[in-house]
């Protein structure tokens, strides 16, 4: 079957084969029309029952929506048919017979809740503008990766399975790993460390990451995307200028390449990549922003998190992607460098949606002596992490870097309400399958 003839390629004149679903049939009388669906679009196949076999016409008009076909037959103009051709069968094979009883319909014409299209994947996916956004999430990762190697990094994957979490905590997933105890990593951020104490020096990484966080929320998943960078002799702001790059990178491929994906959404008008450089506010501009607003029950002070609401009204404020540096210490993960004229500020920084945080980085410590000591401060036994800090004995250079979420920056981009939209089988508390 793999000389049929896309639907969107079949020119009048020519005789083809073409393939898909049965999107749906429209019995008018004594003339039909079965609409034939595949991956590059629709082409409308004419039955004419009086002039036809009738073999031909009731396997056409009988079978059920969704079922899988092969129709062979003539290109003809018809500029009333929704893609200006239609077919005349000569043959219509049956491939894949559907049920008639739908759990969910795949025209849209009914609307089915997040909880039943993701129990049903496959028939969800049916629909253009749901993939539409993975056609956009493909892209994004084309371009994400295509600016990656234009900073000169190379990219690697690191385990998924590891003897130790990444911060410590209980945010693990344990497993059994021949008889021993290990996780699901939450990070890659230890091993992407080391990678840039290697010949390597600049690296990326894209790839799972899992958390064992009990939220129920619609911005937050338990098997995610993380979009990872490190670049030795790079400081935060260098590490900030490359995720900016990045971040404009991956809107730019999808409003050059994604047009018709970002039509299917009903987002042609409206999608702009975003220019200029992103506003970079310190921590304390921010939650001094954030007071300001009076959008909080209490004042926030020093060393409080932003929390959700806080994020809301600062994003509303600002309203475009921006950066939060010059973190309190005490709030930031035990790698991450402090700034050398004031231990009390950390060099971390967050980059900002509107609407949500996408990013988190900073630049790390490299001095063996200062990273043990962060480990002892957090409550962790550096011991555990021997594999990681002995390579700070042998000549760890400065460096810097950060993690992207990408179902997050899918979902911001496109303006989706909630995450699993972005995910093709998404994870959380409640959902193990499919």
């Known amino acids: 079957m793999d000389d049929r003839t896309y639907t969107a390629a079949a020119e009048p004149g020519e005789t083809v084969t073409v393939a898909g679903w049965v999107h749906e049939i429209r019995d008018l009388g004594g003339i039909a029309f079965l609409i034939l669906r595949d991956t590059t679009g629709k082409i409308q196949v004419k039955f004419e029952k009086d002039e036809m076999d009738d073999d031909l016409v009731e396997t056409g008009l009988g079978v059920h929506r969704e079922s899988v076909v092969a129709v062979t037959g003539d290109v003809e103009e018809e500029p009333r048919a929704p893609t200006g051709v239609e077919v005349t069968p ?74 130790t979490g990444t911060e410590g905590g209980t945010e693990l997933f344990p497993i059994t790993y021949f008889g021993q105890e290990a996780f699901m990593n939450q990070s890659p951020q230890l091993f992407k460390q080391l990678m840039v104490g290697s010949g390597l020096e600049r690296v990326f990484e894209i790839g799972p990451i899992f958390r064992a966080e009990e939220h129920n929320t619609p911005r937050h998943l338990n098997e995610a995307t993380s979009i990872d960078f490190e670049s ?3 400081d935060h702001t260098e590490a900030m200028d490359a995720c900016e790059t990045v971040v404009k990178a991956a809107y730019e491929g999808v409003a050059e390449n994604c047009q018709d994906e970002l039509e299917a959404l009903g987002l042609q008008d409206e999608f702009e990549a975003p220019e200029g450089e992103f506003p970079r506010l310190t921590y304390e501009e921010a939650i001094e922003r954030i007071n300001a607003t009076g959008e909080l029950d209490e004042q926030l002070v020093w060393g409080d ?98 993690g992207l979420g990408g179902e997050r920056l899918v979902m911001t981009m496109l303006g989706l309400g909630n995450i699993r939209e972005a995910v093709l089988f998404p994870r959380d508390r409640q959902r193990l399958s499919p």
């Open 90 to 163: 000569d043959s219509l094979d049956v491939v894949a017979e559907a049920d008639p009883e739908l759990p969910l319909d795949p025209s849209g014409k009914v609307d089915a809740d997040l909880s039943t299209r993701l129990d049903n994947r496959t028939l969800d996916l049916r629909k253009d503008e749901v993939q539409a956004i993975f056609a956009i999430r493909a892209e994004v990762l084309r371009s994400v990766r295509e600016a990656f190697r234009n900073l000169d990094a190379t990219e690697i994957n690191t385990p998924k399975i590891v003897a």
């Open 232 to 234: 030795a002799f790079y």
């Open 305 to 402: 998190d932003l929390p959700t609401e806080g994020e809301h009204a600062l994003g509303q404020d600002v309203g475009e992607h921006y950066f939060i540096t010059d973190w309190p210490s005490e709030i930031k993960p035990f790698y991450i460098k402090d700034h050398d004229d004031d231990e009390q500020l950390s060099t971390g920084f967050d980059m900002m949606h509107p609407t949500m945080e996408l990013v988190s980085g900073g630049q790390r410590e490299h001095r063996y002596d200062h990273l043990v000591d962060g480990f002892e401060q957090q409550g962790l036994d550096p011991e555990q992490f021997d594999y990681y800090t002995k390579m700070f004995k042998y000549g760890m250079p400065p460096h810097a870097g950060w």
